[in-house]
């Protein structure tokens, strides 16, 4: 009976406030459709947002931006800016850059309290018209190029290795042309690239007998063709045994974040 009356309370108390899924203990909001979508604008109020990856839609002021998200748009301004509260210089922003946002929800009373706040001109006021709340961001952090940049699903150049975080490359299929083989490292591990940027490749085709041909004489100079995929390398001891290398080798290599377990090495060209 009083699991019953619990529950009456606990559905009364929704219809008053508004929808659920607003409580406290629910943690920060997290994206721009929790806002959005929330019909009872009071339901925001004072909570905690922490968007990780949107996009600014508009600049409607130097310190004030729109970012949007499946047809939903939320105003935000630089309020950790305006009061000296973010630490970092001064945040340049532009249509189109993606940022990590850091704020508090407040009601948007009236659009001259931003005017007054020297946030958004008088003549750009009036595209917040249509917005009950924003985000007043004590922190607006650019997102690194290497964050912005949609990782494909294929890796086809050996250059990608430097441009996307290893963790995300994890698992990422490899089809790699025409590369050249910059060193042999062991009997059954190379290094391929260019001066500029390379990496530890490991014959796991061979090593397992899932590559069809025979034994793959790999050679200084070299140039091959490779599929398989990208596996991360945690600790020394890792390189040494997923790598089979020597631990002076292992010593050489640690700096390396990833390798290549190549399943079918096919050799293109003699070493020159």
Not at 38 to 46: G, S
Not at 162 to 182: I, M, N, S, T, Y
Not at 197 to 206: D, I, M, N, Y
């Amino acid at each position: 009976m009083a699991l019953m009356l619990w529950a009456h309370t606990l559905d009364h108390t929704r219809t008053v406030i508004g929808s659920p899924g607003m409580f406290p203990h629910q943690g920060p909001i997290t994206s721009v459709r929790e806002i959005g979508g929330e019909k009872v604008k009071a339901n925001l109020i004072a909570k905690d947002v922490i968007l990780g990856d949107v996009e600014i839609d508009q600049m409607i002021g130097e310190r004030v931006f729109l970012i949007s998200d499946h047809g939903q748009t939320v105003p935000a301004i630089l309020f950790g800016e305006l009061t000296v509260r973010q630490h970092d210089r001064s945040v340049t922003l532009e249509a189109g850059d993606r940022v990590r946002i850091y704020g508090v929800i407040r009601m948007l009373r009236s659009i001259e309290e931003l005017v007054d706040e020297r946030a958004v001109s008088a003549d750009q006021a009036h595209k917040l018209r249509d917005h009950d709340v924003y985000i007043s961001a004590f922190r607006v952090a650019p997102l690194p190029i290497r964050e912005r940049v949609q990782i494909p699903r294929v890796i086809s150049a050996v250059s990608q290795f430097e441009v996307f975080d290893p963790e995300a490359l994890q698992a990422r299929e490899v089809v790699l042309d025409r590369v050249k083989v910059l060193d042999v490292l062991g009997d059954h591990t190379f290094l391929v690239g260019d001066e500029g940027t390379s990496v530890p490749v490991t014959l796991f085709g061979e090593m397992t007998r899932r590559q069809a041909e025979g034994v793959t004489s790999i050679r200084t100079g070299q140039v091959v063709r490779i599929y398989g995929v990208i596996r991360l390398l945690r600790s020394r001891q890792e390189i040494e045994d997923l790598l089979m290398v020597s631990p002076d080798m292992a010593a050489r290599l640690r700096d390396n974040a990833l390798f290549v377990s190549a399943l079918r090495v096919v050799p293109l060209e003699p070493p020159s």
